[in-house]
C-alpha cells in the first residue's frame, strides 16, 4: 500500500512536470507564477503584487484595485526543443480574480514615494479545478481594471496567464475525472519578446499638487511677533488625508487634514502653509480669521494677491500648484492728526484769554 502510494505521487509529479517543462522552453528572462501543485497540495491562489509610487508629500490613496481575469483563446507553445504544445482556451471561472490590493492614507506614518498593501490587503487569484473537465494547459488573460480614481495613473500591462492542470490519479495509478492545479505560469511582452513574470502591476499616483499660502506683515506700526490664526479645510474623495506643512515664527510644523475636516493653524511675519496631494477636483479653502471689513481686530488692513480683502483662498488647483500671499498692514499714524485733534481747544483757551485781557483792560480804564 505504502509502495502504490508513493507510485501515484511520483507519477502524478511526473505528468505534471511534463507540462511544466513546456513551458520552461519559451524564451524568459526570469521565472513567474506559481509551481509545485500535487493532489494534496495543489494550487488554489495566485499572488498579484501591487506597488503605487506617489508624488512627494503624498499618503496612500484610499481606494482598492481590481483585476479581470479573462478566458483567452487556444494557441501553442514551444518547449526547449522546439516542439509545439498546443494549449487550451481558458475556461470560465477556471481562474478567476480573488481579491482586489487595498490601500489607505496612514496620517501616522511618513509619506513614502511608493507604496505597497499590507499582508492582510494584498490581491490575489484563486482557481477551480472543477471547472477542467480534462488535463492540459489553459490559457487566460490578466489586466487591472482602471478604477477612475483620480490622480491614479492605471496600468495597462496585460499578462498571459497559463494554469496547469492535472488529473488525479486512482489506487491503481489511473487518471481519473478529477483534477488539480499544479502550476500556474504568467508572461508579459518585454522587448518585443515573451517573458515569465510575476503578476506585478505598478501604478503612479502624480497627477496631484499642492497649494501654498504665505503671510506678509507690513507697515510702520506692524509688530514683527503678532500671529494670525487660519483655518485650513479641504474638499475631496471620501477617506482621503492630506499632508499639511506650515511655519509660526520660522518654526517648521507638519499635521494633516481628513477630507472634510479643517484644521487650526498660526502664522506670522514671512509664514507659510502649504497643503500637498490635491487633486483636479479637491477643493480648499484657507481663510484668515477674524476679519471684519477687510480689517482685523488689531487694526490690520488685509490683502491678497487676488485683490481681495476677506483673508480667504480657495478653489481647485487642477493641473498645477497654486500659490497665495495674504498681506497684512498696519501704518502709522500721521502727527498731524493728533494736531487736528486737539487745536480746536487750544483756540478756545486762546480766544478766550484775549476776551479775558480786553475785559479787565476796560475795566481798568473805567476805573
Known amino acids: 500500500m505504502k509502495f502504490n502510494k508513493i507510485s501515484k505521487k511520483l507519477a502524478a509529479c511526473s505528468l505534471a512536470g511534463v507540462m511544466m517543462v513546456s513551458m520552461m522552453g519559451m524564451s524568459v528572462c526570469a521565472a513567474g507564477g506559481v509551481t509545485g501543485g500535487t493532489e494534496d497540495s495543489p494550487i488554489t491562489s495566485v499572488p498579484v503584487n501591487k506597488t503605487v509610487s506617489a508624488a512627494e508629500n503624498t499618503y496612500a490613496p484610499n481606494t482598492t484595485f481590481t483585476f479581470t481575469v479573462t478566458p483567452a483563446e487556444a494557441t501553442t507553445i514551444k518547449d526547449k526543443e522546439g516542439n509545439s504544445v498546443d494549449v487550451k482556451a481558458g475556461i470560465v471561472d477556471g481562474l ?21 498593501p499590507a499582508a492582510a490587503n494584498k490581491a490575489s487569484l484563486k482557481t477551480d479545478a472543477s471547472k477542467f473537465k480534462a488535463p492540459g494547459i489553459y490559457h487566460y488573460t490578466v489586466s487591472e481594471v482602471d478604477g477612475k480614481y483620480e490622480g491614479i495613473t492605471y496600468d495597462t500591462t496585460i499578462y498571459d496567464v497559463y494554469v496547469y492542470v492535472s488529473a488525479k490519479l486512482d489506487a491503481e495509478n489511473n487518471a481519473t475525472s478529477n483534477m488539480y492545479v499544479s502550476g500556474v505560469v504568467s508572461t508579459k511582452s518585454v522587448d518585443g ?4 513574470s510575476d503578476l506585478e502591476f505598478n501604478n503612479v499616483y502624480d497627477g496631484v499638487h499642492k497649494v501654498t499660502v504665505t503671510k506678509k506683515v507690513q507697515g510702520g506700526f506692524a509688530t514683527a511677533d503678532d500671529t494670525f490664526k487660519f483655518d485650513v479645510t479641504v ?30 493653524v498660526e502664522l506670522g511675519k514671512d509664514d507659510t502653509v502649504t497643503i500637498y496631494g490635491l487633486s483636479a477636483t479637491d477643493s480648499y479653502t484657507i481663510s484668515e480669521q477674524g476679519i471684519t ?38 501704518e502709522a499714524v500721521a502727527p498731524t492728526g493728533i494736531a487736528m485733534t486737539v487745536a480746536p481747544y487750544i483756540l478756545m483757551v486762546a480766544v478766550a484769554g484775549i476776551f479775558a485781557i480786553l475785559f479787565l483792560r476796560r475795566r481798568h480804564e473805567e476805573a
Open 193 to 196: 519578446g515573451i517573458a515569465k
Open 96 to 116: 478567476k480574480a480573488d481579491k482586489g490590493a487595498t490601500f489607505a492614507p496612514d496620517a501616522t506614518a511618513e509619506t513614502n514615494v511608493a507604496y505597497t
Open 235 to 264: 474638499n475631496g474623495a471620501t477617506g482621503e488625508v492630506y499632508k499639511v506643512a506650515y511655519t509660526t515664527k520660522n518654526v517648521p510644523t507638519t499635521t494633516h487634514v481628513a477630507s472634510g475636516n479643517t484644521i487650526k
Open 293 to 330: 471689513d477687510g480689517k482685523t481686530a488689531t487694526g490690520y488692513t488685509v490683502t491678497d494677491n487676488c485683490g481681495e480683502s476677506d483673508g480667504i483662498v480657495s478653489g481647485k488647483v487642477g493641473t498645477k500648484d497654486a500659490n497665495y500671499t495674504i498681506t497684512n498692514t498696519k
